[in-house]
């Protein structure tokens, strides 16, 4: 490809239901570089850069050899869409990348080889963007007048003969510059690539999400090295 890839990681400032998280340490690392360093880890993204309005982020950020741009005030309150905050950092560009990967902080376990396997397929495929998810087994269903009603399955169905369904799990995300601009970070044009790896459950918004993470965390990291001594 002509053009480089870049990863933006936005982080903004002000959580409510667990204030300071993205500079929270999981395990020795602030959560924000658990994400820069995934990006830094390949050799294929050119610049990573932090979208954010927070000095102690910024901060965390430029320790761990991240670009920052600074998010306007009007583009980082809890109603701001992160696509908002993406389409700031193009603005800021004087070259557009072929993809943007976008990395949430609040998802900071990811598999070691799954960046290249999403760019892989990007490079390969006609697609104008790609994101990841994984397979719900869950027997979904609707309260309605006080009863529930099944969604995805009926009473008695066994759970192996259930259609497969599939949640947005916010592990990465790959992005045409185009797409972006337009106002979406994905689209009925974008390929769900799916993961079955725990970390996919990883989605840091509370402090049991954030006990979750820590658990996943110590246990992925006493497994390697008790394989590779």
């Known amino acids: 490809m002509t053009n480089p890839y870049i990863a933006i990681i936005p982080a903004r400032g002000g959580s409510k239901r667990l204030p300071g998280k993205n500079i929270r340490l999981l395990g020795d690392l602030p959560l924000l570089a658990h994400s820069i360093r995934y990006a830094q880890a390949s050799s294929r993204i050119q610049r990573v850069i932090v979208t954010t309005d927070d000095p102690a982020i ?3 950020a430029f320790d761990y050899g991240a670009e920052v741009i600074q998010r306007p ?3 980082s309150g809890d109603e701001a869409p992160t696509v908002s905050a993406l389409q700031h950092v193009l603005a800021q560009l004087t070259e557009w990348p072929e993809a943007v990967v976008v990395l949430q902080p609040t998802n900071p376990l990811r598999p070691v080889g799954l960046l290249d396997e999403a ?3 990007f490079e390969q495929h006609n697609v104008s963007g790609l994101f990841t998810v994984s397979p719900n087994p869950h027997k979904l269903g609707r309260i309605q007048a006080q009863r529930f009603v099944p969604f995805n399955y ?3 169905q066994r759970s192996q003969d259930m259609e497969p369904l599939f949640y947005e799990n916010g592990l990465l ?7 972006i601009n337009s106002g979406a970070v994905m689209d009925e044009t974008c390929y769900p690539l799916v993961v079955t790896h725990p970390y996919a459950a990883v989605d840091i918004d509370t402090e049991a999400d954030f006990a979750y993470a820590t658990f996943c965390f110590n246990y992925y990291q006493t497994q390697h090295k ?4």
């Open 226 to 229: 008790s394989n590779h001594p």
């Open 58 to 60: 910024k901060a965390v």
């Open 119 to 121: 760019l892989d397929y």
């Open 154 to 156: 009926h009473f008695g």
């Open 73 to 75: 005030h009007e583009l």
């Open 173 to 179: 995300y790959v992005c045409k510059p185009s797409l």
